[in-house]
């Protein structure tokens, strides 16, 4: 055949080496979503042994059960501390009836609205608790002290894990899907410390901001709701010594206030844990001192602003 003769030719590929080749192309994205699922999953799992060695480790130390004894006393005392006239469990704006010295009567034997009566209640029947600051556990091993603390505290205390809030803004995706499989309730929004007491709450705040503990106490700036809450937190104490008694009064003015009706009670420190759980302390706020001061004492607080403040160690919500 001469060239002149030669025809081209159009060669086919194989229609099966062709549907091999898409096959390969599909396939390639779901085994790196699949591979990426794996080492979430890998991550998770990691992370969730690391609170479960912590809460191990705590479990096996006297730490824990000095703190579950102070923590348990101090909810008690709470409870009871408030034994009170019936008009007070009215709503809040109708609380602040006055008697003839401007002031209302606290009446022995009463009924508390904490424990619906004079004797002690079971706690696990009564309260809450509530979380801010724990921070990023799946990367801090100090996190995850506190966090494995706080579930066995809601164990031994026999507060159900539903009914424990827990929140802070640095939370990732990973680590609210833990909180949740741990039978936690992750709130959804950052009320900046801001959450109004109804019934009796143990706060859960080691280390936080000042500003937290401060719009805590400003949202709740009445004798009621104040008897029902029980902080572990920061030092009360520790600040007022080392703030400024002009910036303590004018930053964080209701911590300033309340420093008078205080009892707190520091957790025993422990070199191994010094970091973890150093100059932490249990505060609650007896009823009967609250009610010394007059009505006008409670009236109209003022929202705290710190917009002047550079290091306000809280993040704040977006607006």
Same mark, same amino acid.
């Given at each position: 055949?001469?060239?002149?003769?030669?025809?081209?030719?159009?060669?086919?590929?194989?229609?099966?080496?062709?549907?091999?080749?898409?096959?390969?192309?599909?396939?390639?994205?779901?085994?790196?979503?699949?591979?990426?699922?794996?080492?979430?999953?890998?991550?998770?799992?990691?992370?969730?042994?690391? &609170?479960?060695?912590?809460? !191990? +480790?705590? @479990?096996?130390?006297?730490?824990?059960?000095?703190?579950?004894?102070? =923590?348990?006393?101090?909810?008690?005392?709470?409870?009871?501390?408030?034994?009170?006239?019936?008009?007070?469990?009215?709503?809040?704006?109708?609380?602040?009836?006055?008697?003839?010295?401007?002031?209302?009567?606290?009446?022995?034997?009463?009924?508390?609205?904490?424990?619906?009566?004079?004797?002690?209640?079971?706690?696990?029947?009564?309260?809450?608790?509530?979380?801010?600051?724990?921070?990023?556990?799946?990367?801090?091993?100090?996190?995850?002290?506190?966090?494995?603390?706080?579930?066995?505290?809601?164990?031994?205390?026999?507060?159900?894990?539903?009914?424990?809030?827990?929140?802070?803004?640095?939370?990732?995706?990973?680590?609210?899907?833990?909180?949740?499989?741990?039978?936690?309730? &992750?709130?959804?929004?950052? !009320? +900046?410390? @801001?959450?109004?007491?109804?019934?009796?709450?143990?706060?859960?705040? =080691?280390?936080?901001?000042?500003?937290?503990?401060?719009?805590?106490?400003?949202?709740?700036?009445?004798?009621?709701?104040?008897?029902?809450?029980?902080?572990?937190?920061?030092?009360?104490?520790?600040?007022?010594?080392?703030?400024?008694?002009?910036?303590?009064?004018?930053?964080?003015?209701?911590?300033?206030?309340?420093?008078?009706?205080?009892?707190?009670?520091?957790?025993?420190?422990?070199?191994?844990?010094?970091?973890?759980?150093?100059?932490?302390?249990?505060?609650?706020?007896?009823?009967?001192?609250?009610?010394?001061?007059?009505?006008?004492?409670?009236?109209?607080?003022?929202?705290?602003?710190?917009?002047?403040?550079?290091?306000?160690?809280?993040?704040?919500?977006?607006?």
């Amino acid at each position: 055949m001469s060239v002149n003769e030669v025809t081209w030719q159009t060669v086919r590929r194989s229609k099966r080496a062709s549907c091999q080749r898409e096959k390969q192309r599909s396939t390639v994205q779901p085994i790196i979503l699949a591979d990426q699922d794996c080492n979430i999953a890998g991550e998770s799992q990691r992370i969730k042994q690391r &609170v479960f060695s912590c809460m !191990e +480790e705590l @479990k096996s130390c006297e730490l824990l059960y000095s703190y579950r004894e102070i =923590i348990r006393t101090s909810l008690n005392k709470s409870l009871q501390s408030a034994q009170i006239v019936r008009n007070f469990t009215a709503p809040c704006q109708n609380s602040h009836e006055s008697t003839n010295q401007g002031q209302i009567q606290v009446k022995e034997g009463d009924t508390s609205p904490l424990t619906g009566g004079t004797q002690e209640t079971d706690v696990q029947d009564t309260v809450i608790c509530v979380c801010y600051g724990i921070g990023n556990f799946s990367a801090c091993v100090i996190a995850s002290y506190q966090l494995a603390l706080l579930l066995l505290l809601l164990r031994e205390l026999q507060i159900s894990e539903e009914k424990c809030h827990i929140y802070d803004p640095v939370f990732t995706e990973m680590e609210i899907n833990l909180l949740k499989e741990f039978g936690l309730n &992750v709130l959804c929004e950052n !009320e +900046e410390g @801001k959450h109004e007491v109804q019934n009796p709450t143990l706060f859960y705040m =080691i280390h936080c901001g000042k500003a937290l503990y401060n719009n805590l106490l400003w949202r709740n700036w009445l004798p009621e709701p104040l008897a029902k809450m029980v902080i572990i937190g920061n030092s009360f104490q520790s600040i007022e010594q080392r703030l400024v008694a002009r910036i303590l009064q004018k930053d964080y003015t209701y911590i300033a206030k309340i420093l008078q009706f205080t009892e707190e009670v520091p957790l025993p420190s422990s070199t191994r844990y010094l970091d973890v759980f150093n100059d932490t302390s249990v505060h609650w706020f007896p009823y009967k001192k609250l009610m010394d001061y007059p009505r006008t004492f409670w009236d109209s607080p003022a929202e705290p602003s710190y917009e002047h403040i550079e290091d306000l160690e809280i993040i704040r919500t977006k607006k």
